[in-house]
């Protein structure tokens, strides 16, 4: 026996590994044998229970630490803030009891907070514990980025506690008593209510936090919930599955219908199609373009405008791109509707503008942001072809040679070709050197203003024109592209501080921005507007998306015929 | 033999501080920020998380702290899952892989000899040429082609198995057999012509002029000869199924660390880079020791010495 002797080590060693693994993730086993239950239900409508796909782990749960769509999205669930975005993306109060009292100049805020709010552990919602979770977002130590990414600027002292190490007590929050907090604003915010909405701004338990120290947050039993549900399995960042169950202590637990929400992470769209099908999952990840055809017409296919916009910037330290009618030449010569219809395919729709469609609307009519403008920069070649002329001339020179930045994925390589292709055609002695690569090298090659046509896209944080509007000032954080406007930096200032407290006012100015940025200066040349495209059973009713911070609520949902 | 073993030890360690080297370096030479809201971020507050994870510090003084934490055991926190310790994020995600890449290799290689050895016992009849098919198949369809279908016949259309997700052993099976098909093809090639080497062998002949029935030549004496090579090549391949595969953990949405490993060079996680590459190299070197050391177990005429050679 002694020649097997090998393959006999081999399979014992293994055998321990097996068990242990397998034996390990007992928790993963039960969530298991629930779900062949849950199958066997399928037919019995009363079964609250809810199967979705992820497109990744949760990374943290820490609130003041996340920054990505999958942790927003269940902090939104599982936690909550002064607001909550509701199925129609207004904001509406939650932790908030009513409408807060604003002072006359927008810049103080007292919220009461609702009496039967509590943290799972049983201890009441107070207004320290808005503090004290903004205090600590604001500490470097911690190593948060969405802190001082969204407190800057708009809550009084945020920069100078980030920044110069003020005291954190200097900052513009402060507990009252235990049920009022006052919000101090350095200048008033318009979207003030949907940054209340937004994860980095929920309360934090202090005396649970400090007393689990490094340990907070780091798996389902080191975590205080205070929203619809609370998470009833979850081993940490590296867990593929986690589990919601309905949160009987929610004040509002009455309106929450599923009893369980079991959460996979699933990375190739392909596998959350064919699970879907299989019948081993509700709701599918976002559906690559090339799934979406075959889906197109079907009833369980749920589709929407993101407020994603992709551009190409053109960096302006390039001579030939300070020229305006070259960039206006290049700008119109793209054919955007068939970039759209042949190469995407999933519903993205062409964008002759910077500011998206379906996003905001009017303050008091409520017509859509897109109305007042219209299209800009739409395609033409002929146009194009004169202004490209013109701008030749006025250079002194009969071609010109453009690098071309973009990104490394199948998909967008494609596209870049598309893009390159039509410039080549439209406008005559034109070349482009496509550069493919990486995200975090386009970045820093973004930053370094080290391109000369950059594809990019922006989606905002919070649900307000000037999540977009800002990013052009002069010398803005994500401008680089050298661009400068007197005027659009005019405007931009004037939106927030004479017509601070004048929605319809600032509205118009912030049009009137985009108009000077893309009719006047040709500054962007917008290309496409994203759609998302998902599978939800038809069991499954009140499916719920939003647009900023986290994707999707489950607390409306309800399973049934 | 001793002699041996401590010598082969100080080699392994002096790899493994060389591979830990160059991986820091180069991985430096990566441009990009590991900060995945560095878009959104000032100057200045881009510069206090720097400074908050050392990486403001000279590349030399980076490397010397990086050095001495992983010597205490201390493989840093990661930035793509906030400050989660990369020893709990490695830990958490090899479970899966491990367990996956065993079952496809204790399957695949038992599989793949078996057939290595009828093809080379039934030489040239159908046996033999089936099994060069089966051999052949594997090597060529790609792993994503493969798992893919075996997913949608088996799982989708047949519905007998579970189509994704990791949540026992009948979850297992489908991308078990998905990833064996490699271990398989390569083993029963190898096996085919090391065995009809070794049958043709002298001392073949001389045990069949003994009397030796067939079933005790093939597996007395000529197996234990004709496994040498695979056993060479079967050890850095065990190495290479159990750290996960890319893509058969992505087609059944299993949670290992071969999806965790390429997108933490993607967003330039560097802690988790360093991290993995460690637990990679040094399973991959003590594998190959494993292999020098069943050598001389399986085939006594090699015999291992220190120097000298």
Redesign the interface.
Known sequence: MRKFSFLLVLTLVASIFLAACYGGDSGSDDAGSDDAGSDDAGSDSAAQELRVMESSAIPVMDTIMASDTVSFTTMNNVMEGLYRVNANQEEVPALSDGEPEVSEDGKVYTFTIREDAVWSNGDPVTANDFVYAWQRALNPDSGSSYGPYLMEGKIAGASEVFNDGADPSTLGAKAIDEKTLEVTLEKPVAYFKSLMAFPTFFPQNQAFVEEQGEDYATSADTILYNGPFVLENWDGSTDGEWVYAKNEDYWDAENVALDKVTFNEVKDSQTAVNAYESGEADITTKLSSELVPQYEGDENMVSWLEPTVFWIKMNQTNEALQNENIRRALAMAIDKQSLTDNIFNNGSIPANYAVPKEFVQHPETGADFREANGDMLTYNVEEAQKFWQQGLEELGVDSLELRYLGGDSEAAKTSDEFIKDQLETNLEGLTITLESVPFSVRLERDTSLDYDLQMAGWGPDYLDPISFSDLWITDGGNNHMAYSSEEYDRLLEEAQTTYANDPVKRWETLQEAERVLLEEDAAIIPIYQRQSNILVNENVNDFTYHFVGPEYSFYPISMGE | MGKYVLQRIFYMALTLFIVISLTFFLMQL????????????????LA??N???GLDQPLPVQYAMYMGNVLQGDLGVSF?????PVT??I???I??S??LG??A??FG??FGILLGIIAALRQNTWLDYGSTFVAVLGKSIPSFVFA?ML??II??QL?WL????????E?SILPTIALSIFPISIAARFMRTEMIDVLGSDYITLAKAKGASGYEIA??HA??NA?IPV?TVLGPLTVSLITGSLVVE??????GLG??FVTSI???DYSVIMGTTILFASLFIFTVFVVDI?YS??DPRIRLSGGNN
């Open positions: 990566i441009p990009g920020s590991p900060f995945s809201t560095a878009a959104k971020l000032s100057d200045s507050q206090i998380m400074a908050k994870y793509q899952f906030s400050n989660t709990e994020l830990a958490g995600r479970g899966p491990l367990s065993l079952q290799m204790i290689t038992i893919a997913q949608y799982g989708v519905g579970p189509v994704a997700f990791w949540r026992g052993f979850y597996f007395k197996m234990r496994l056993v992505r087609v059944f949405a299993i949670p999806e965790q993607n967003v330039l069943l177990i399986i």
